[in-house]
């Protein structure tokens, strides 16, 4: 006869549950260092500006910053002005109307995007100037021997300035009203014509309250473009805010009184950016249905309709057709300088900073974007939203919010090195590109998450939901569902990410290492030399390259 064992001692002794310590979320990480990178530079313009090392804050309140103001806001107002009207009035004859070159001019309006407005102002000075082509043929026909015999408008001027940044800028008001124009329903315009509203009418109390939103966002580019200007304005003699860091950084040799104007510039992009969300915040416009006929275009013959051909070509004409003709006008005549010392050089470390940076930029863009999609955190979300704010920060003002702060760093990292190896590793982010690559990433990261994040919305949910349902984790899916799909459109945001690295003129400026050159670079150092014939073969090289990025958009917009 057995006994009964007792119960405390036939179980078997408790083992220790384990302590499952929170993995961290890989999402969230990188969502922190990419907001990191992206609003350091802010961070620190706010920081040096309140803590610089000689505060010379009164003394330019009290000489050049008034000056400095004053002239920005001119050129915002001007250029804001102008590049609506040219903008808006191309899109509605466009949308509207039909007359001769109407197709072509569709698309041809948007070819100036591919011109970086610098070159344009090199272009314009080249071709107005004294000893320009236009003024010779002045003197020679009229028999005048001299400026004293004739009256010309000053080349050097704020109106001329204005008037290259409007046609080089206006395709943003264009291209946003021809989209919105097209969206609307054909039969509200049948109505109004029917009660008697003639093309003013139409215009001014139908189609400009409808399309009033787009025109203030493409206004409030044009304008934050502006703002960001340093070759155009400095081209013609204009010192804005821009020009401002410029020459008290280097000619100063005082970067807390740069990072105080860098201030101010940022303080205004901020503004503009709050007056544009704000104009538009209470603002509704729907279309009546998905079915809805769009607009008929009118037909208009004779006299009307070459003034209105010729209206779409002053635009074009002066955005791209002048600047591309005098560019190629010496390049042309002086074939000797596409052998150029130093060109292959500049163009070498174009393609290679700018590819760098537009393969890093895309795929940390598609790293948030899919991260909010897939994880959905909070965090990453409220991420996503602010490092579009790297694009609206100008060259000039995340140049001084990077190079100080990293140079410290570099000797910092140079000075312990040092003390551990004896060797001097030199400037490790500041004495090489590197510090490009990083502003290229911070000022164009919203262009490549706009980009990637409309890739994710045209594919269906159901695709990603069936591959998780079969066994793919996070990153098969991304590898196997949504990059096929997406390549199109991420090779595109990768091209256009590269353009806009080419274009940036102001930030190499400022961070490239001693006797480094890019396209832009050279294109500026030449032209301000007055040799326009040696930066030919460059401003055309880049044109090339942006004719690239406006053949994609014009393709996305058929």
Excluded at 140 to 165: K, M, N, Q
Excluded at 215 to 233: N, P
Excluded at 441 to 449: D, E, H, P, S, W
Aim: net charge positive; proline share 6%; aromatic share 10%.
């Amino acid at each position: 006869m057995t006994t009964p064992q007792n119960s405390e001692t036939s179980r078997p002794p408790l083992r220790k549950a384990r302590v499952r310590r929170p993995r961290p979320d890989i999402w969230v990480l990188g969502s922190a260092l990419i907001g990191l990178v992206v609003l350091a530079p802010l961070a620190a313009v706010v920081w040096i500006a309140f803590h610089p090392t000689e505060n010379i804050w009164p003394h330019l309140l009290s000489t050049v910053l008034p000056r400095y103001f004053m002239a920005t806001l001119r050129m915002m107002l001007g250029v804001g002005v102008l590049s609506a009207a040219m903008g808006a009035g191309a899109a509605w004859l466009v949308v509207m109307y039909r007359f001769p070159g109407s197709r072509a001019l569709d698309y041809a309006l948007l070819f100036p995007m591919a011109i970086p407005a610098y070159v344009g102002a090199y272009a314009l000075v080249d071709f107005l100037d004294y000893a320009g082509p236009l003024q010779l043929v002045l003197r020679g026909t009229f028999g005048w021997t001299s400026a004293r015999d004739y009256w010309f408008p000053e080349i050097h001027s704020e109106p001329a300035a204005i008037l290259v940044l409007s046609a080089a800028l206006y395709p943003y008001v264009y291209l946003l009203t021809r989209s919105a124009l097209r969206e609307q329903s054909g039969a509200s315009y049948e109505v109004a014509r029917s009660l008697g509203l003639g093309p003013w009418g139409l215009f001014w109390r139908l189609g400009l309250p409808l399309v009033r939103p787009a025109i203030a966002v493409g206004v409030a580019l044009t304008m934050m473009e502006t703002v960001a200007d340093f070759g155009t304005v400095s081209t013609f003699g204009v010192q804005t805010l821009t020009t401002g860091v410029f020459s008290t950084w280097l000619n100063g040799g005082n970067a807390g009184g740069a990072a105080q104007i860098a201030g101010v510039v940022l303080l205004l992009v901020l503004v503009l950016l709050s007056l544009e969300y704000f104009s538009r915040r209470n603002a509704r416009f729907h279309r009546q249905s998905r079915a809805s006929r769009p607009v008929t275009p009118i037909e208009l013959r004779g006299l009307w309709g070459w003034l209105a051909a010729a209206l779409c070509a002053v635009p074009f004409g002066l955005g791209f057709v002048l600047p591309t003709a005098v560019m190629l006008g010496h390049a042309l005549t002086k074939p000797h300088l596409w052998l150029a010392p130093g060109l292959a050089t500049a163009a070498f470390n174009t393609v290679i900073v700018g590819g760098i940076a537009a393969i890093l930029t895309v795929s940390a863009a598609l790293f948030l974007v899919y991260g909010v999609r897939m994880a959905g955190r909070t965090f990453a979300r409220t991420v996503l939203g602010v490092t579009v704010l790297g694009y609206a920060m100008p060259g000039a003002v995340l140049a001084v919010g990077l190079l100080i702060p990293l140079a410290a760093l570099d000797h910092r990292v140079a000075d312990a090195v040092l003390a551990v190896t004896g060797h001097d590793p030199g400037l490790l982010l500041t004495g090489t590109s590197a510090a490009i690559v990083l502003a290229y990433l911070v000022r164009f990261f919203g262009i490549a998450q706009g980009a990637v994040d409309s890739a994710f919305g045209r594919i269906s949910p159901s695709l990603p939901m069936a591959a998780r349902s079969l066994g793919r984790g996070v990153g098969g899916t991304l590898r196997d569902v949504y990059l096929p799909l997406m390549r199109g459109s991420v090779l595109a945001a990768l091209l256009l990410v590269f353009v806009e690295c080419v274009k940036e003129l102001p930030a190499t400026l400022l961070l490239r290492p001693f006797n480094f050159n890019t396209l832009s670079t050279r294109v500026y150092e030449l032209a301000s030399l007055e040799r326009i014939g040696e930066a030919a073969p460059a401003a055309l090289i880049v044109t090339a390259m942006g004719l690239v990025a406006v053949a994609l958009l014009v393709r996305a917009t058929r």
